[in-house]
């Protein structure tokens, strides 16, 4: 599959039936494909690096699970194409993954705005992340999401010293209840550089 795509198209899917029958190679595919487009921040937030790929993979379970019909395609498609990068960015799903539902709800109250909170640092150069949301991710207590997407916006130089292995490269969070950083590892900026269109 071409993973560098940036828009997924209807006759891009593949039929259900053909689906069902190939799910389990192609899940085993993904898992592997993710594997260094993950990067954990902290004890509990992780970031799930999107492309044409992974996203083509969602729309199809979406559509698997839910069986909605030839009518729910355009809706995955509104919902999952907006999460692929165009070629200068990089778009990554966060996820808060706590498991204690007590400990959970305290914990998304104390990170309210963390969404606009993440950052990657090239070298010393920063570039800070925007939030790509659907609506109001914070409820009317406060208490933020535990899934946000966020879009990191390159410039042509950026993306050459992200590319280049020599700068140093790190993932940060800069938020007053969770301040973590990680070191970007060479397998995971290769795999992201990908993303990145030659232009």
């Known amino acids: 599959m071409t993973t560098n795509l940036q828009r997924i198209l209807p006759e891009a899917l593949m039929p259900l039936d053909e689906y069902a029958q190939k799910r389990t190679l192609i899940r085993k595919h993904m898992v ?22 992974t996203m083509w993979a969602q729309v199809m379970e979406m559509l698997h699970i839910e069986k909605g019909g030839p009518e729910q395609i355009q809706g995955e498609l509104d919902a999952y194409n907006p999460l692929i990068p165009q070629g200068s960015e990089l778009i990554a799903t966060l996820m808060l993954e706590i498991e204690d539902p007590a400990r959970r709800n305290r914990e998304l109250v104390r990170l309210a705005g963390i969404e606009t909170c993440c950052y990657i640092e090239l070298g010393n150069q920063r570039l800070a992340g925007s939030p790509t ?67």
């Open 32 to 53: 592997e494909l993710k594997r260094d487009r993950r990067l954990a921040v902290g004890p509990f937030a992780t970031f799930h690096f999107e492309n044409y790929e």
């Open 133 to 199: 949301e659907y609506g109001e991710r914070t409820s009317a207590d406060g208490k933020t999401s535990s899934v946000h997407w966020i879009r990191f916006a390159f410039t042509a130089t950026l993306r050459q010293q992200f590319a280049n292995p020599a700068v140093p490269a790190l993932l940060g969070i800069a938020h007053p209840a969770y301040g973590h950083i990680a070191v970007i590892p060479p397998s995971t900026r290769a795999a992201l550089s990908k993303d990145f269109s030659a232009s």
